[in-house]
């Protein structure tokens, strides 16, 4: 991206929802690449959220 | 499976998109986008059963890894309003409420899906609330986006003739849902009539046009009446479909009026969920 094209996440907070079930079980809205970095890092097994993280790793 | 369309009807989309936006305006004067089909001039504010006026507004506009694997990063854009009332609405307050988030300018976000196209993303996608009720504002930034973008129009599948005719041929794949599997249930949790004919209507319509991918919502309590039914008929009415069963409800919005939808789907209806999808040979997707 060059120094001047427009950011697309500018002006604007990024949000992810999460809803905690009391067996541990994470529910997830909303999840932005930065967020599911950090599930990752919170459960390195959780297969489902690796592959999102792969996917976002598509961005610059 | 379909191809994709050809170069020149690619190419032509943004133009094509920008005339079919000019009709969508003029059509608020008696609007019928969406399967209610109530008539309401939109032009003069909040009007119908959406309650949604002439300009879009929206509540989101981000990069996300939430949906389909094939479709991610995708640049997703929420706008305000929708024409169901869903109980269980993860986005109530702004999907019932037209008036949420910020004023919708087309150019702007366009400018920003274009950057995020630049840097890496796959798609972009339009979605609410639901984005029929805005089909004249997704319509003019369809028409500022690449032509080679990969568009995604994210549905609810209660559409009207008049939002199809306008849509045909501008999105490159519908990410619809399949809420209900009964016209019963949808009835008591979103306050629509004639769901079913409507939805399976749109999805046989859909599938014939692009790339069609079906979504549905386990809901608790709502296996045997809802998933069982939808399945079944996504297994003869459109076999080979993709499909996605998401399994991530939560007892959001006004969920507690309804006993059966105060809690998370069990692993045990998880289980038998997947196990009638698999038996029925769906294709399913992550």
């Known amino acids: 991206m060059s120094a001047d094209a427009p950011n697309p996440n500018a002006a604007e907070p990024l949000t992810t929802e999460f809803l905690l079930l009391p067996d541990g079980?994470?529910?997830?809205?909303?999840?932005?690449?930065?967020?599911?970095?950090?599930?990752?890092?919170?459960?390195?097994?959780?297969?489902?959220i690796r592959r999102r993280v792969t996917a976002g790793q598509a961005m610059d | 499976?379909?191809?994709?369309?050809?170069?020149?009807?690619?190419a032509a989309r943004p133009a094509r998109a920008r005339d079919n936006?000019?009709?969508?305006?003029?059509?608020?004067s008696a609007c019928r986008f969406c399967a209610h089909e109530?008539?309401?001039?939109r032009r003069g504010?909040?009007?119908?059963?959406?309650?949604?006026?002439?300009?879009?507004?929206?509540?989101?506009?981000?990069?996300?890894?939430?949906?389909?694997?094939?479709?991610?990063?995708?640049?997703?854009?929420?706008?305000?309003?929708?024409?169901?009332?869903?109980?269980?609405?993860?986005?109530?307050a702004e999907s019932w409420n037209a008036g949420a988030g910020q004023a919708f300018d087309a150019a702007a976000i366009a400018r920003r899906a274009r950057a995020a196209l630049d840097r890496g993303a796959r798609t972009v996608m339009v979605l609410g609330g639901e984005p029929t009720v805005h089909l004249p504002a997704a319509l003019e930034?369809?028409?500022?986006?690449?032509?080679?973008?990969?568009?995604?129009?994210?549905?609810?599948?209660?559409?009207?003739?008049?939002?199809?005719?306008?849509l045909d041929g501008i999105f490159d794949v519908w990410l619809a849902d399949l809420k209900f599997g009964n016209d019963?249930?949808?009835?008591?949790?979103?306050?629509?009539?004639?769901?079913?004919?409507?939805?399976?209507?749109?999805?046989?319509?859909?599938?014939?046009?692009?790339?069609?991918?079906?979504?549905?919502?386990?809901?608790?309590?709502?296996l045997e009446c809802c998933w069982k039914p939808a399945a079944q008929w996504l297994a003869a009415a459109l076999p080979g479909v993709?499909?996605?069963?998401?399994?991530?409800?939560?007892?959001?919005?006004?969920?507690?009026?309804?006993?059966?939808?105060?809690?998370?789907?069990s692993p045990a209806e998880s289980e038998a969920a997947w196990a009638w999808a698999r038996d029925l040979g769906l294709n399913l997707i992550p």
Request: a positive charge.
């Open chain 1, 25 to 48: 079980t994470v529910l997830v809205q909303n999840l932005t690449p930065a967020m599911a970095a950090i599930l990752l890092e919170l459960n390195p097994d959780e297969e489902a």
């Open chain 2, 141 to 166: 930034l369809v028409s500022l986006l690449p032509a080679e973008a990969r568009l995604v129009w994210k549905t609810n599948a209660h559409g009207g003739p008049a939002a199809r005719e306008l």
């Open chain 2, 242 to 265: 993709k499909t996605n069963l998401r399994g991530a409800f939560w007892p959001a919005w006004q969920s507690r009026r309804h006993p059966e939808m105060r809690r998370a789907v």
């Open chain 2, 21 to 28: 936006a000019v009709r969508a305006r003029e059509l608020l």
């Open chain 2, 45 to 92: 504010g909040p009007a119908g059963l959406c309650h949604a006026g002439a300009e879009a507004r929206f509540f989101g506009a981000q990069i996300e890894v939430t949906d389909e694997l094939e479709l991610i990063p995708t640049y997703a854009i929420a706008l305000s309003g929708c024409d169901l009332r869903c109980a269980f609405c993860i986005t109530g």
């Open chain 2, 38 to 41: 109530c008539g309401a001039d």
């Open chain 2, 184 to 222: 019963a249930c949808a009835r008591s949790l979103a306050r629509i009539s004639n769901y079913s004919a409507i939805a399976r209507g749109n999805l046989l319509w859909a599938a014939g046009r692009g790339e069609l991918i079906v979504r549905h919502l386990l809901m608790p309590g709502h």
């Open chain 2, 1 to 10: 499976m379909i191809a994709p369309p050809p170069a020149a009807t690619r």
